[in-house]
């Protein structure tokens, strides 16, 4: 069985596009491996593949092996050495399987149709050697189409088989915005979990706010509490808001460490550092341009609230088990 390794298997779904799903999806894989956990992430989203850009391993490759592919490593299982705020920290290995790797040219479109896509869905579920996991992440297309049926049946024919762990498909995050426009989509999801069987882990509310890089500010541009009204409706777990922070952007666009003005507080936190920018917008810490994504993010302001999303998933998905 090719998901044998894996314990635990979460989707990332939502009803609509650009609410922020890979974001989410980066972000709990990165928060799980520094909670200790062994993480792998698989993107089928075959039309925009941006788990690789995410992760800062676009230039990378899948490697062919007897039976399958082997993913691509992001980073292996190690302790990080302390830092400004931090102690030392074990943290788990983290791997990703993604079309982008496969494709010749970033650029390249991606023009299939269902059947197609079908296939490489079921082929990414069947021929991807996993090691080891206590998480598979999969980070899914809007909507509930081809991609979704596809995924779901090849899933659940594989976690019945007698060699699957128990209770192995543990259910899905569903993130939307707080617009009453991305929520009424994002219901149709919650509606297709509820008719396929698959348990509702949560919801988060994306983009509930804005982190200003300039002051101390966290503004909600768009509202708030939408998700947390329909998670209601729905009786589902709401996991928490997750504001749009552009420090969060530098990170995975130029590998810049977060840096905040000081007294910058967020969901109640602060989050304001003392750490002085270099010219190049990237903290003074030593060897930064070496470091590890996964420990540049303990700086971000939206890792405490991850930490905490992170923690109430994991209780819950071992609670069932």
Known sequence: MPLENIQNIVLVLSGKGGVGKSSITTQLALTLSLQGHSVGVLDIDLTGPSIPRFFGIEEKKVRQAPGGWIPVPVHDAQTLAPQARYTAKDIGALSCMSLGFILASRGDAVIWRGPKKTAMVRQFLTDVLWPPLDFLLIDTPPGTSDEHISLLETLLKQTSLPSAPPNQ????????????????????????????????????????????????????????????VMASDFEVPFLGSVPIDPAFVMLIEEGARPVYPKGTVVEGREVGSERVADANGTANANGAAKELLVDKYRDCSLFPLFDGIVGRLVADVHSRN
């Not at 899905?172 to 707080?178: C, F, I, K, N, S």
């Not at 509820?194 to 988060?204: C, F, N, S, Y």
């Open 169 to 228: 498909l543990a259910g899905a995050v569903v993130v939307t915005t707080p617009q009453a426009i991305s929520i009424s989509d994002v219901k149709k999801e919650l509606n297709f979990c509820k008719k396929t069987g698959i348990r509702v882990l949560g919801v988060v509310e994306n983009m509930a706010g804005f982190v200003c890089p300039n002051c101390s500010e966290c503004t909600n541009v768009f509202s708030k509490g939408g998700g947390e």
